[in-house]
């Protein structure tokens, strides 16, 4: 009886080292590397910081902007972003970073474009969305590097990277 219990003793503290074990080998590597990708990803971060300041220095900066036009047809175009900046040397271009974009149609059907950063020209609003570019029209998903939208001549370009997905 007493050896009995033994075992069962030697059995449990070994079903808890190997459980010990487990858990270190697996999950702390896990924690591991995503300490690494979040400094990897703090120090890209002060990378783009310093490069967009540098770039920054001959620019107007602008938050929470948003632009609204409508077309003769009853088109709406929206465009938001969290900031943008407008280059000194060119005032009719500006720099969009964090952008959603909605065009509603006159019949009511929206096409939404969400990206990180785009050119917008304030004369004809042709747009350039460019960086993880997302484009949802009803059940209808466009993942994209760069979409171009251009007015005059009525009409949206994916390029670049292309994923298009439906039901």
């Known amino acids: 009886m007493n050896t009995k219990k033994i075992v069962q003793f030697i059995l449990i503290i070994f079903l808890l080292l190997l459980s010990f074990i487990f858990y270190k080998k697996y999950f702390q590597i896990d924690n591991k590397i995503s300490e690494d990708k979040k400094e990897t990803r703090i120090n890209n971060e002060k990378i783009e910081n310093a490069e967009i300041n540098e770039e920054k220095k001959d620019a107007n900066i602008i938050q929470n902007l948003r632009y609204v036009s409508e077309?003769?047809?009853?088109?709406?175009?929206?465009?938001?972003?969290?900031?943008?900046?407008?280059i000194k040397d060119d005032q009719?271009?500006?720099?969009?970073?964090?952008?959603?974009?909605?065009?509603?149609?006159?019949n009511g059907e929206k096409i939404v474009i969400i990206s990180e950063i785009a050119k917008y020209n304030r004369q004809n609003n042709n747009t350039l969305f460019r960086d993880n570019v997302l484009v949802l029209y009803g059940i209808e998903t466009i993942k994209a590097d760069i979409v171009k939208i251009d007015f005059t001549k009525n009409s949206?370009?994916?390029?670049?990277n292309v994923h298009y997905t439906n039901e």
């Open 156 to 160: 949206i370009e994916i390029l670049e």
């Open 71 to 86: 077309d003769l047809l009853g088109n709406t175009y929206i465009l938001s972003a969290t900031s943008a900046e407008i």
């Open 92 to 106: 009719d271009n500006v720099n969009l970073f964090n952008v959603e974009g909605e065009i509603i149609q006159d």
